[in-house]
């Protein structure tokens, strides 16, 4: 079993910037892909961000045309420790954020960490 546990979320001023942080625990591979996704009320999720950790993609991220050149993901390997800092955040930004990790075993889910942007 993976454990993800999901941290930084908040209430933000339009511009602001956040950094979300996202735990795993457990039986973590070497090999996995993880993700940032989010949901607003009344909406679909939504695919944010990737980071995979393996292969010729190692380290490779893909983001939303939506949050593409705001925000960027990271990843901490030791700490099995998945970033997304936002940056100038928008009003449209406000969601539930979750992060998933996919490995051969299946994919896992956090319980989410929430994010407002208002003034």
């Known amino acids: 079993q993976v454990q993800l546990v999901e941290s930084g979320g908040g209430l933000v001023q339009p511009g602001g910037s956040l950094r979300l942080s996202c735990a795993a625990s457990?039986?973590?591979?070497?090999?996995?892909?993880m993700n940032w996704y989010r949901q607003a009320p009344g909406q679909q999720r939504e695919l944010v961000a990737s980071?995979?950790?393996?292969?010729?993609?190692?380290?490779?991220?893909d983001y939303a045309d939506s949050v593409k050149g705001r925000f960027t993901i990271s990843k901490d390997n030791a700490k099995n420790t998945v970033f997304l800092q936002m940056n100038s955040l928008k009003p449209e930004d406000t969601a539930v954020y979750l992060c998933?990790?996919?490995?051969?075993?299946?994919?896992?889910w956090g319980q989410g960490t929430k994010v407002t942007v208002s003034s």
């Open positions: 998933s990790l996919r490995q051969r075993t299946g994919t896992y």
């Open positions: 457990g039986s973590v591979f070497s090999i996995y892909v």
């Open positions: 980071i995979n950790s393996y292969g010729s993609s190692y380290g490779s991220t």
